[in-house]
């Protein structure tokens, strides 16, 4: 599996950005990971590929919809009312194992594959 991320830039705080990440292959789950200056990746949202479910970071519930195009393959983030401590880089993210009925892999061993990386910048 190949990623391609898109998206991302700058933008004023309680603005809205969109995310796309086209996946070549067929995945089990797919997510975002985010990763701020001087800070540790942490898991941002998740969403199966054959199933409605997600999964959300309490940071960005209610803020944030994950969401796939599966005749695309591709999944896209939301990013609406930002905030400048969503200021990161933002990462792709997919499984090829397991099902693909479950999002519930939290954890950045979980993932396979990463794509390149996409800045978000938010200025206050």
């Known amino acids: 599996v190949q990623l391609q991320a898109s998206g991302g830039g700058l933008v004023q705080a309680g603005g809205s950005l969109r995310l796309s990440c086209a996946a070549s292959?067929?995945?089990?789950?797919m997510g975002w990971f985010r990763q701020a200056p001087g800070k540790e990746r942490n898991i941002v949202a998740t969403?199966?590929?054959?199933?409605?479910?997600?999964y959300y970071a309490d940071s960005v519930k209610g803020r944030f919809i994950i969401s796939r195009d599966n005749a695309k393959n591709t999944i896209y983030l939301d990013m609406n009312s930002l905030k400048p401590e969503d200021t990161a880089v933002y990462y792709c993210?997919?499984?090829?194992?397991?099902?693909?009925?479950?999002?519930?892999?939290?954890?950045?061993?979980?993932?396979?594959?990463w794509g390149q990386g996409t800045q978000v910048t938010v200025s206050s």
């Open positions: 292959g067929r995945p089990r789950a």
């Open positions: 993210v997919a499984r090829d194992q397991g099902t693909f009925y479950s999002a519930n892999y939290y954890s950045a061993t979980d993932y396979h594959y």
């Open positions: 969403i199966a590929w054959s199933a409605s479910g997600t």
